[in-house]
């Protein structure tokens, strides 16, 4: 029996709750199947409905301990942050200190803020990932995998946007961009004179009663965290994100995120309303348009903001309908997305997708494995690096570490560090010609390097 953790009051408008939502049925299923099969450590799913809200916690927060999670468990809640990053921008263009359009290069002095010709980036260009730079700068080059961005410093992101050439002008098209919210980060809090933490304390986290919600966790909160894992179910440590924090650093629990949700649902304050007001597309034949981070969908007749996230040991999930009647949080301590758990929640009735079982890996010989080691490049900026180690094949991808690949048939791979497939295709003479990774539902061709 799964228990319903404290119900929690209404932060903003001081109303007790006087009723527990329910959790669907499936959803609760699906979630006692994920952490009984160890797929997830734990999960927290927070359900708001109206002005009642409830978590509820599945698996242990700790291994071999029967701790489980509750509204209190800290988990790093990755590009959720982005969310708070465009709020604290929302609330800077509501107190008249930026403009929405204007130049994040006035707010960063010091620094040479690559242009196109002519054309600068905005600090909505930022916000909406419109900037046209990359996902990840091209000097992010991790000496820990496991903790790539501890070593990205604020001097290394400078360098960056000194020498990066912009493929295309800004505002012209959607590129999510991770170095772009820290970037933005980093020039809210010049422009504030104080660090990006501060401003999260001073703005957001402080006057919603947020004490679990930080870039620096205190020991307080440390002492409540889950500790991260990866999708093989080995213990990793969270993420220092560094200079990237803006982009995915914070650190939050259940009952803070539904104080943070319902603070956009009921009344929201001016700069609330301002982060879900649509302001682009995210692709020009799509219904999805996108805020100030978050991304705006409507689904059964509602209309609803979302954003999710992960870093190297967690997911999470936020979300809510814009008419302010309903709104989900799920939080876990394993690197496996939590989307589909979080929309069905938020929209009861939206199918669960089937349960994937996890793949069984099979043993090739070391010298058929080195058949497959090559570069595989994608284009000038990423390139796929297949090298055989000592306990068999790695891929490592430009910036990023090294991970292991196992097989499941001759020239069919999968990752369990990601949710990822690696197939290698022969050419006429049986030679590896190249590869195609599959991720997110999508497949990357990948000629190989001769």
């Not at 204007?102 to 600068?120: C, E, I, R």
């Not at 961005?149 to 946007?161: G, I, W």
């Amino acid at each position: 029996m799964t228990p319903t953790f404290a119900l929690l009051p209404l932060c903003l408008l001081g109303t007790a709750a006087l009723a527990a939502p329910v959790l669907d049925d499936a959803v609760r299923q699906r979630a006692e199947e994920l952490t009984r099969t160890g797929l997830h450590s734990s999960i927290v799913i927070a359900v708001i409905d109206g002005k009642d809200s409830a978590v509820y916690g599945f698996g242990s927060a700790h291994a071999g301990k029967n701790a489980k999670p509750g509204a209190d468990t800290v988990y790093q809640i990755g590009s959720v942050t982005k969310t708070m990053t465009a709020l604290l921008l929302a609330d800077a263009v509501v107190e008249g200190k930026v403009k929405l359009d204007g130049p994040v290069a006035a707010l960063l002095p010091g620094y040479a803020v690559p242009a196109f010709d002519g054309k600068t980036i905005s600090l909505l260009d930022l916000a909406t990932h419109y900037s046209s730079l990359p996902r990840l700068p091209d000097n992010f080059v991790p000496k820990d995998p496991a903790n790539p961005y501890a070593d990205y410093t604020e001097a290394k992101q400078r360098q960056f946007l000194a020498a990066y050439h912009l493929p295309r002008e800004p505002g012209t098209s959607f590129d999510y961009s991770n170095i772009g919210y820290a970037v933005l980060g980093t020039a809210l809090s010049t422009q504030a004179g104080v660090s990006y933490e501060a401003l999260l304390q001073q703005r957001i986290a402080v006057p919603l009663g947020m004490r679990s919600t930080s870039n620096h966790p205190s020991h307080g909160m440390l002492a409540r965290l889950a500790p991260g894992h990866v999708l093989s179910g080995e213990p990793t440590p969270a993420w220092d994100l560094n200079v990237v924090a803006p982009a995915g650093g914070v650190y939050s629990s259940a009952r803070d995120m539904i104080s943070y949700l319902q603070a956009y649902m009921f009344k929201p304050l001016r700069p609330f309303a301002l982060a879900i007001k649509p302001q682009r597309p995210v692709a020009a034949k799509s219904d999805t348009s996108i805020g100030l981070a978050w991304l705006l969908e409507q689904q059964q007749g509602r209309s609803y903001a979302w954003h999710s996230g992960q870093t190297g040991g967690y997911a999470s999930y936020a979300a809510f309908t814009t008419d302010g009647k309903r709104g989900v949080v799920v939080l876990t301590n394993t690197a496996r997305d939590v989307d589909a758990l979080g929309l069905s929640t938020l929209l009861p009735g939206t199918p669960l997708p089937p349960l994937k079982k996890p793949q069984t890996a099979i043993v090739l010989p070391r010298a058929a494995l080195a058949d497959y080691v090559g570069e595989y490049p994608l284009d000038k900026d990423f390139t796929l690096t297949v090298s055989l180690g000592k306990n068999g094949l790695e891929a490592a991808g430009t910036g990023l570490g090294s991970a292991p690949l196992f097989a499941s048939a001759r020239d069919a791979f999968f990752f369990r560090a990601i949710e990822a497939e690696l197939a290698f295709t022969r050419d006429a003479a049986g030679k590896i010609a190249g590869a195609v990774l599959k991720q997110g539902g999508q497949a990357i061709v990948l000629p190989r390097k001769q």
